[in-house]
């Protein structure tokens, strides 16, 4: 198996690469910008492939902005959101069609790298806002995927996080010794996590139930 992670620099995107690494005869990893606050996540991804000694691929799609409107992860008349995550709140943070855009870039460079696995790391609390990370909808782009493309063999779109919830591939991680002190959930722009966004709630909430200490609130990345 060879397969293109797309990683956002993220808890659960670097759980699935830490995950593939050790499964996959080769690993490469995708980052796309495309205008989000938290552009720290990138500096993460970076750090996170240069331990692993995993090729990585950095896209700038920062003009990408200019077309999915108002959401509080790229807007600068939007304010991202603070407090646990609901159903209005994640609509705040919802851009439009990302995921079939992220797909899409990874599957030209997979058809081209002659890989057959795009990995992508949505999960169970993503299902329901986000329609995008949604099992129809994976299943469906993989089909696309097949079909628009010249393929030596049938391209997967792997998901082995869609039923899980964070705690549980935050749990994974750590028993396969993912370095979590290099990622970055914060949806602010800041150089220190807020805690106070959605994504800082539900990150100290994983480790809180996992019943283990955050590294990243001890060593911020520089």
């Given at each position: 198996?060879?397969?293109?992670?797309?990683?956002?620099?993220?808890?659960?995107?670097?759980?699935?690469?830490?995950l593939l690494k050790g499964q996959c005869d080769e690993v490469k990893a995708l980052t796309i910008v495309y205008g989000q606050k938290h552009v720290r996540e990138v500096i993460a991804a970076g750090q996170t492939c240069k331990k692993l000694g995993v090729e990585w691929l950095l896209l700038n799609f920062t003009?990408?902005?200019?077309?999915?409107?108002?959401?509080?992860l790229v807007s600068k008349n939007a304010e991202v959101p603070e407090g646990s995550y609901t159903d209005e709140t994640?609509?705040?943070?919802?851009?439009?069609?990302?995921?079939?855009?992220?797909?899409?870039?990874?599957a030209a460079w997979a058809s081209t790298l002659k890989f057959d696995?795009?990995?992508y790391a949505a999960h169970a609390g993503d299902?329901?806002?986000?329609?995008?990370?949604r099992k129809p909808f994976f299943t469906s782009a993989e089909t696309t995927i097949n079909i628009g493309n010249w393929l030596d063999k049938p391209m997967k779109v792997l998901?082995?996080?869609?039923?899980?919830?964070?705690?549980?591939?935050?749990?994974?991680?750590?028993?396969i010794g993912a370095d979590y002190s290099?990622?970055?959930?914060?949806?602010?722009?800041?150089?220190?996590?807020?805690?106070?966004?959605?994504?800082?709630?539900?990150r100290a909430e994983a480790f809180r139930v996992a019943g283990f200490k955050d590294p990243l609130l001890e060593e911020v990345i520089a």
């Open positions: 198996m060879k397969a293109v992670v797309l990683l956002s620099g993220g808890l659960d995107s670097t759980t699935l690469l830490y003009d990408l902005k200019k077309v999915v409107g108002e959401s509080a994640m609509k705040q943070t919802v851009v439009p069609n990302r995921n079939m855009i992220l797909l899409s870039v990874a696995i795009i990995a299902h329901t806002i986000y329609p995008d990370c998901v082995p996080f869609s039923d899980m919830p964070k705690t549980d591939i935050l749990k994974l991680g750590i028993s290099l990622t970055w959930t914060c949806y602010k722009g800041d150089l220190r996590p807020c805690g106070k966004c959605g994504a800082c709630v539900e």
